[in-house]
């Protein structure tokens, strides 16, 4: 099956900086990657995905960026808040309903 | 939110003794999942179903058992519980589309 490795597993930023997160994934037939975020004791939540035929997507000051050749995709978070600290969490899936996550990146966004 | 409830959100039982955790969905959505949650390992896929009464393992499915004989109800049964199956557990649905995942139910195995 797929394998999803993400990096790196804690990030500390200062607020109004940018956050990136990386992760790879084994199966080159993935086509959707979709992005989580979970807030402490909370459910992870959608915040942003990506389909294979398309680069990059922007919402706000969300992005994430996928490179199909290098099988890796990336999400990235510009002037970063206090309430950004949270857990991230990427996916890919080649059917859409089998989902593989990476291990999860603890961003702490310091005031 | 989506439509899903799990429940119990929290339960603490004694190694050996049968747990039965329940995914409600108002969403009339084909797919359910059930992860485990674990520190350093993510979201691991326990075990799915594809419709009633089709469901098929994840990774991490040894030691549980899933049963699905309405669209709206997903069961995950320990038969035995150990307490390396102490984690937090999610519920999650999709329709081909993004997974939503349910409130998550805390289970401490003694």
């Known amino acids: 099956g797929e394998n999803v490795e993400q990096h790196p597993s804690t990030l500390s930023v200062q607020e109004g900086d940018s956050a990136v997160i990386k992760c790879t994934y084994s199966d080159s037939a993935s086509n959707y990657f979709p992005w989580y975020k979970q807030e402490l004791g909370k459910r992870p939540q959608l915040i942003i995905d990506?389909?294979?035929?398309?680069g990059e997507k922007k919402d706000q000051r969300i992005a994430v960026t996928l490179n199909k050749t290098a099988k890796h995709f990336s999400l990235h978070i510009t002037e970063t808040q206090p309430e950004d600290s949270a857990v991230y969490f990427c996916?890919?899936?080649?059917?859409?309903?089998?989902?593989?996550f990476g291990t999860g990146t603890s961003l702490t966004v310091i005031p | 939110d989506a439509g899903i409830t799990q429940s119990p959100r929290h339960k603490v039982t004694e190694t050996g003794t049968p747990v039965t955790l329940r995914c409600h969905q108002t969403?009339?959505?084909?797919?359910m999942y059930w992860y485990r949650q674990d520190p350093g390992h993510g979201l691991r896929l326990i075990h799915y179903?594809?419709?009633?009464?089709?469901?098929d393992k994840g990774e991490v499915s040894d030691g549980y058992s899933v049963s699905r004989s309405k669209t709206e109800d997903f069961l995950l049964t320990l038969e035995s519980a150990t307490s390396s199956q102490t984690s937090v557990y999610f519920c999650?649905?999709?329709?081909?589309?993004?997974?939503?995942f349910g409130n998550g139910t805390r289970l401490t195995v003694t």
């Open positions: 969403e009339n959505h084909r797919y």
């Open positions: 990506i389909r294979s035929n398309v």
């Open positions: 999650a649905i999709s329709d081909n589309s993004p997974l939503h």
């Open positions: 179903s594809y419709g009633v009464k089709d469901t």
């Open positions: 996916a890919a899936t080649t059917t859409g309903n089998q989902f593989y």
